[in-house]
């Protein structure tokens, strides 16, 4: 529903309130549970913005036809993923479900009282009291119109009384059902979906003085902001990419597959689900509306990191006659880490932002880097680009071009690459190519990485100089 601007409404004052708990006369008993009668609740939050909740409440429906109320629930549900059923097979049968979010708030009740009538108290500082005006809603579109007294006034500053609250509005978001009932007492199950819930992964990465080692640590931060609080929750958390359909018209599913599992250091307890991670909160935890809640995920020390410097090429150099290309171009650095149990991990990786620190020499821990990873699994490399080198530098010249035909040319390069560290360094000076490549010569090995990329292992004495030089035919047509 959209907002209202109401800038005159001082305040509300409801009579008859109590209508919200009684029962339509001649109509099914109206039943009300709330979180109070929370035996168990557990969450599946998925990094998709969404989450599946499961409920057991115990609820006293009584026999026969029951309206039963379910408050508490996310303000985000997707109604139309709701389930319900008893704990006793065939002792409930629903016959109707509604989702009623048409929510009590001064600018609802006034949309609903348009052409009725209410009152207006307005303080009068001569008399010091209070003044009692008849009115009645006119319009409510850009403000609040009133006619008092026989005549249509607006901006009208008062305490607004309704005689009673609409059956049609209610406090919170709400499940109702209507439901057939063969026994009381029922232990009920109810599952939907909500949107509003996410979480994502977050790394330290802390690397010794020879960026040799590392300690790696793994946050887990979760955000619930579907408008409903989950006390005492068994929280489960999903990586992957889910595939949902567009309009969010269908179910997941919430269960594993029988597999093994692996308990990170940390709290959690991770599983292979279908094509996907699943990480269980080994103890359950208070999920509440509007919060950032951290859980460690997992801690591995002495992880080793090889860290690469690296030089890029472009695969349109080889098209044309460029003459000097580049000039102390930037090398870029990484860190490339082994996710495997023999280098201390070996452990499903989720998505996330890798930060990375490193001691100077008073022993203060100093940022120098972050990147985003992709959910990583076992045995795979992580590689985390840190930024451009400081030191190391290289320039890119043509030497020569020749065009052999109108999609076929030969040319001459040569490569300087400059290192100004008082230790020595290798670069990886790596040249996309595309169509059909012959290197025809070149002055140091080269490694064909694959069909569109070669690459030189250069290299580089301590506060030297080194040249790489080379001839490739490309033909592109």
């Known amino acids: 529903m959209r907002k209202l601007a109401l800038a005159p ?3 509300v004052v409801v009579a008859g309130a109590s209508a919200l708990a009684q029962p339509r006369s001649g109509g099914p008993r109206n039943v009300r549970s709330t979180s109070d009668q929370r035996e168990e609740v557990s969450i599946t939050v998925y990094n998709q913005n969404f989450g599946l909740v499961r409920e057991i409440r115990n609820v006293d429906v009584g026999t026969g036809r029951a309206a039963l109320e379910m408050r508490d629930v996310a303000r985000t ?3 139309e993923t709701v389930s319900i ?3 006793a097979a065939g002792a409930l049968r629903v016959l109707e479900q509604n989702y009623r979010y048409d929510l009590l708030s001064p600018a609802t009740m006034l949309a609903k009282y348009v052409g009725k009538k209410i009152k207006v ?3 009068d500082e001569k008399l010091g009291t209070e003044q009692a005006f008849d009115a009645e809603v006119v319009s409510v579109a850009q403000g609040v119109v009133l006619k008092i007294n026989g005549e249509i006034t607006f901006d009208f500053k008062g305490r607004f009384a309704f005689p009673e609250v609409p059956a049609n509005l209610i406090a919170q978001p709400t499940l109702v059902w209507l439901l057939d009932s063969q026994q009381p ?5 109810v599952t939907y979906i909500a949107g509003g819930m996410t979480w994502k992964s977050d790394y330290v990465l802390v690397v010794d003085d020879k960026d040799a080692l590392a300690d790696l640590s793994g946050w887990v931060t979760l955000v619930n902001q579907s408008g409903a609080s989950y006390q005492n929750a068994k929280l489960k958390l999903v990586a992957g990419d889910v595939q949902r359909v567009s309009g969010d018209d269908r179910r997941d599913y919430d269960g594993a597959k029988d597999e093994p599992m692996k308990k990170a250091e940390q709290g959690f307890r991770e599983e292979s689900f279908f094509e996907y991670h699943l990480y269980t909160l080994e103890q359950p935890t208070s999920v509440l509306d509007n919060e950032q809640k951290q859980v460690s995920l997992l ?8 860290k690469k410097l690296v030089f890029f090429g472009q695969q349109y150099w080889y098209r044309g006659s460029y003459g000097q290309t580049l000039s102390n171009q930037k090398v870029s650095v990484f860190l490339d880490i082994e996710n495997t149990e023999k280098n201390k991990l070996g452990i499903a990786l989720p998505k996330g932002v890798v930060r990375v620190y490193k001691a100077d020499r008073s022993g203060a821990q100093q940022f120098i880097g972050e990147d985003a990873i992709d959910h990583t699994p076992r045995d795979e490399k992580v590689r985390i680009k840190m930024g451009e080198a400081f030191d ?6 043509q030497t020569d071009f020749k065009s052999l035909g109108s999609c076929v040319s030969e040319s001459a390069w040569e490569i300087a690459l400059r290192n100004h560290k008082d230790t020595a360094v290798e670069v990886e000076d790596v040249e996309p190519v595309g169509g059909d490549w012959t290197v025809t010569q070149s002055s140091q090995p080269y490694t064909k990485k694959d069909a569109f990329t070669f690459t030189f292992a250069v290299k580089i004495p301590a506060r030297g100089e080194t040249k790489v030089t080379y001839r490739v035919r490309v033909k592109w047509c």
Not at 185 to 189: G, L, N, T, Y
Not at 299 to 306: K, L
């Open 77 to 79: 549900i997707q109604p």
């Open 299 to 306: 801690r591995a020390g002495g992880v080793r990191v090889d």
């Open 392 to 397: 190391v530098v290289g320039d890119r010249r």
């Open 121 to 123: 108290y307005r303080y």
């Open 185 to 189: 007492k029922q232990k009920i199950e």
């Open 85 to 87: 059923k008893s704990a």
């Open 9 to 11: 409404l001082l305040g």
